[in-house]
């Protein structure tokens, strides 16, 4: 993530040095004359020159997933700006889920009853390519060095896997069961993390190493979605899933050892989701010192101290908020509401909802920066 930097000139001052006694005659004396003094030429300083401001982006670009028009809205937003529509991208059915691709050159949306994914172009704000997949789609991320997208089905008892550019189907990852979301980290290409869903099977999250191509896993039920610390030093995981069991419980896990180090409740909350490298959107808070997370039950956006296991505040939005996206330059995250059908623009230092922008069943969003 590039920062905002001003870089200032400062003026040089170039300063004569004391020259050596003199030891001439005096110039009175018999056969002498007189020396003149050496004169030193002074240089100006230069004046000052200003730097370019360094920016990630002159626009952020915000695609959002309008679960009932079949297409994804498509929002610009200056940093110092608010956020205005600039047009929508019809889709396959029900759009659920986005990722956009580290370096951004791409946006992926998992049509969940389309069995599809849609490839989108950013720049250019349109669909270029329509992959079939398994039965609902629902987790989907990027390995990080970006040649591989990886999608999840809430049906289909393997992980899809399609290279990217060309967008050539990779042999599927076969994992046994149905899956619900996807999550990796940098410091762990190889890992590639799942949860189960609609099965009655037991360990319900797991890890699948590609360097090997075995599956892990780890002794732990009812897991909902799952993401990685800031840091990326531990995994949090969400239980329920079902919008009408509300579930105050979470659980966290040392991945290196893929155990469970200790079950939390945050009582009165109901956690659902949180910012994902590789596929929120191009960047990620510097800051990692706090974990948001949505809560359906207040409903809002949950600041989390996620080293001491507390909530610092908590923003309130409308019904069902889902996920979130990032914007480094303009200083605020963006947070889908389904029901009433909503992005919340909320500025990070405040934690106050600054702007609401329209989108009919809005769920997935991700950003992507626009030179």
């Not at 952020?60 to 028009?69: I, K």
């Not at 393997?158 to 550019?165: G, K, L, N, V, W």
């Not at 994992?175 to 999550?183: D, E, F, I, K, R």
């Not at 910012?275 to 948001?292: A, E, H, I, S, W």
Request: with cysteine.
């Amino acid at each position: 993530m590039r920062a905002l930097a001003w870089l200032g000139a400062g003026a040089v001052l170039l300063a004569a040095c004391g020259g050596t006694p003199n030891t001439s005659l005096p110039a009175d004396s018999p056969g002498t004359e007189a020396t003149p003094a050496p004169t030193v030429a002074s240089t100006p300083a230069p004046s000052p020159v200003a730097v370019p401001d360094l920016k990630a982006y002159a626009k952020l670009r915000v695609f959002v997933a309008s679960e009932s028009t079949n297409s994804v809205y498509v929002f610009d937003g200056a940093p110092d700006g608010q956020f205005a529509q600039v047009g929508t991208i019809p889709v396959g059915k029900t759009p659920h889920q986005l990722s956009v691709s580290p370096d951004g050159h791409w946006v992926a949306v998992n049509n969940r009853m389309g069995n599809s994914t849609s490839i989108i172009d950013p720049t250019a704000m349109k669909e270029v390519a329509r992959l079939m997949v398994g039965t609902q789609p629902h987790g989907i991320t990027w390995s990080p060095d970006g040649r591989t997208l990886f999608v999840a089905h809430e049906k289909s008892n393997y992980i899809a896997r399609f290279e990217a550019d060309t967008w050539l189907p990779m042999p599927p990852l076969m994992v046994g069961a149905p899956q619900h979301v996807l999550t990796i980290n940098p410091q762990r290409p190889n890992e590639l993390w799942f949860t189960l869903t609609n099965t009655s099977e037991v360990d319900v999250l797991r890890e699948y190493d590609l360097s090997t191509n075995k599956v892990d896993r780890v002794k732990i039920g009812d897991v909902h979605d799952a993401y990685f610390t800031p840091d990326g030093s531990e995994i949090w995981s969400s239980s329920s899933g079902f919008l009408d069991k509300p579930s105050d419980r979470m659980v966290i896990y040392d991945p290196a050892t893929r155990t469970v180090k200790q079950e939390i409740h945050f009582p009165g909350h109901y956690p659902f989701h949180s910012l994902k490298r590789f596929q929120d959107g191009m960047y990620y808070p510097r800051d990692t010192n706090v974990m948001v997370l949505s809560d359906h039950t207040a409903p809002g956006l949950m600041w989390v101290d996620w080293r001491e296991r507390k909530i610092l505040g908590e923003t309130k939005l409308g019904q069902q908020p889902f996920h979130s996206t990032y914007d480094p330059e303009g200083n605020r995250i963006l947070v889908t509401t389904n029901v009433d059908g909503m992005v919340n623009v909320i500025d990070l230092k405040t934690h106050e909802v600054i702007q609401k922008v329209p989108v009919p069943k809005a769920h997935g969003i991700a950003s992507v920066g626009i030179p």
